[in-house]
């Protein structure tokens, strides 16, 4: 009889395994199938989102003017809490905000949730971020199916986990040296406030210190002039989000008065300004990111969301794609306003009055003189009147940060420097309108060339002189290869070799 019993007992657990791997084998056809299926390239949930950060910041800098700082640091943040929320429905990678969360079945981690939960992180980011867009993004919302109104923080279900990984990511950044709300010692209440104390050695009206940053009269647009402030100061303070602190990869100091060095890169630069051709003012122009800008971070999110198309990613692609650049260039700003500040070095526009000072040169004039002979106290950058120059220390230069940090991502990421993006523009367009050019085509082979395209743009526009530059996409290229390893460790592959 016992026998008997242990027979039906052994036929009942067979027809279980059976039946459950059967299950297994037809939920993983399915999901198999779902992946093969799933949405891509611009039709992916994350490269929709990453659209609308795009058309938010540039409505963030028509509203406050160019503040790539800060800019950079929304993108972050947004894409931190997008790749949390994703994360929790992948099989390997970890989260950086996002605790106490675990990891969802195996059965839930689909092409679906991670859209609900992907989506919700970056409405609520974006939100945050982006306040005075949060109708742009409730539409989009809606548009999709989702109710904008669901705050559930249930971390078993895609609507709460997305909107949990947003508020941790948020909760966690706000007293991270940023100044988002204007609350930090030494603060008056404004967003954003210096709280540093610093103040230039020069100002702009005395040259005291030749070695050291001046501020410059801009034009206002109506008849008057003004001379902006120092942008973020305190910038170098604000906590990494992947990097250890932001002197890790300090930079060595510039070239000074008095050394061959700076005579010839001061020199350099009145050169290639004299000789730009229309092609390198389209460069200028386009590196400088005119209408709608989206500052340095969101420049190289757009150049992400090309290779994107270019390669047809999956969500899973770009949400891990995105977070990489933008990690990068979050970090690479706090690494270079470390070196700006620490330095607090001149800028071309001073060194060029001290060095040809009564020297007759060839220079651009302004937008209606295009080049001349002018006397070198005369000279100027190849800009608009109204921003004439970057109103912040020279020593590094952020677009050659950034740049060369992103263009390093993203050859890292895709495992070849190979780009292949062109860009038809109108030389002049942004800088002398009534002296436009015919159209020309911009070329990107590679990350790199892209990179070092932006850097020498800033030389070339009379913002930096080439120490500037080198250093500067020396150091972006640091930031990137360390955030990489860091990169790996999160989406749970590890090192990887360079």
Same mark, same amino acid.
């Given at each position: 009889? *016992? ?5 039906? $007992? ?6 279980v ?5 059967k299950n ?9 199938k ?12 994350? *490269? ?20 790539? +700082? ?11 809490s ?8 992948d ?18 981690? +689909? ?8 989506s919700y ?19 989009k ?33 706000r ?12 603060s ?7 709280? $540093? ?6 100002d ?37 989000l992947?990097l250890? $602190?932001?002197?890790?990869f300090r930079?060595?100091p ?6 061959k ?15 730009l ?8 122009e ?7 800008s ?12 090309d290779? $994107? ?11 891990k ?6 990690s ?12 700006k ?5 001149a ?8 060095? *040809? ?44 940060t ?15 420097d190979k ?6 523009l109108?030389p002049?367009a ?53 955030n ?5 460790e ?9």
């Amino acid at each position: 009889m *016992y026998g008997k019993f242990l027979k039906i $007992s052994f036929i009942i657990l067979l027809f279980v395994l059976i039946t459950h791997c059967k299950n297994d084998k037809k939920e993983d056809e399915v999901n198999n199938k779902e992946e093969i299926e799933q949405p891509r390239g611009k039709d992916n949930i994350a *490269y929709q989102w990453a659209y609308l950060a795009l058309e938010g910041t540039a409505n963030d800098t028509d509203k406050f003017k160019p503040r790539p +700082t800060v800019t950079s640091r929304f993108l972050g943040l947004i894409f931190t809490s997008m790749f949390d929320a994703w994360s929790r429905y992948d099989d390997k990678a970890n989260t950086l905000y996002l605790k106490g969360v675990n990891r969802r079945p195996k059965n839930e981690r +689909t092409i679906r949730n991670k859209e609900i939960a992907v989506s919700y992180a970056a409405y609520r980011a974006l939100c945050e971020y982006y306040y005075s867009d949060s109708t742009l993004f409730k539409n989009k919302m809606i548009k999709l199916g989702y109710d904008p109104d669901n705050t559930s923080l249930d971390p078993e279900t895609p609507e709460g986990i997305g909107n949990l990984a947003a508020k941790m990511v948020i909760d966690a950044r706000r007293h991270d040296g940023s100044n988002q709300y204007g609350d930090v010692d030494g603060s008056d209440g404004t967003p954003y406030f210096d709280y $540093s104390g610093y103040t230039p050695v020069n100002d702009a009206d005395n040259m005291v210190d030749i070695n050291r940053w001046q501020p410059k009269y801009f034009s206002d647009g109506e008849g008057g002039k003004y001379a902006p402030g120092c942008l973020t100061p305190y910038w170098q303070n604000v906590k990494p989000l992947l990097l250890n $602190s932001a002197d890790q990869f300090r930079p060595g100091p510039p070239p000074m008065i008095g050394s061959k060095q700076l005579e010839e890169e001061v020199k350099e630069v009145i050169e290639l300004q004299a000789n730009l051709t229309p092609k390198d003012k389209a460069l200028v122009e386009f590196m400088r990111d005119g209408p709608k800008s989206v500052q340095q971070a969101g420049h190289w999110l757009k150049f992400a969301q090309d290779v $994107s198309l270019r390669d047809n990613h999956t969500l899973d692609e770009d949400i891990k794609m995105y977070f990489l650049i933008e990690s990068v260039a979050m970090d690479g700003f706090i690494a270079c306003w470390d070196s700006k500040m620490h330095y607090d070095f001149a800028r071309p526009y001073a060194l060029v009055h001290k060095y *040809y000072q009564d020297q007759v040169i060839k220079a651009w004039g302004g937008p209606d003189k295009g080049m001349t002979e002018l006397k070198g106290q005369e000279w100027r950058p190849y800009s608009p009147d109204t921003f004439l120059c970057p109103p912040f220390p020279s020593y590094v230069s952020g677009h050659s940060t950034i740049s060369g940090g992103c263009a390093e991502a993203l050859r890292l990421f895709t495992g070849n420097d190979k780009f292949g993006v062109e860009v038809e523009l109108i030389p002049g367009a942004l800088t002398e309108p009534n002296n436009l050019g015919d159209p020309v085509v911009l070329e990107f082979p590679t990350f790199t060339k892209a990179g070092e395209m932006a850097g020498i743009s800033r030389v070339m526009g009379g913002y930096h002189i080439q120490a500037d530059n080198i250093e500067g996409l020396e150091l972006g290229r640091n930031v990137a290869r360390y955030n990489f390893k860091k990169y790996l460790e999160l989406i749970g592959e590890g090192p990887a070799k360079m």
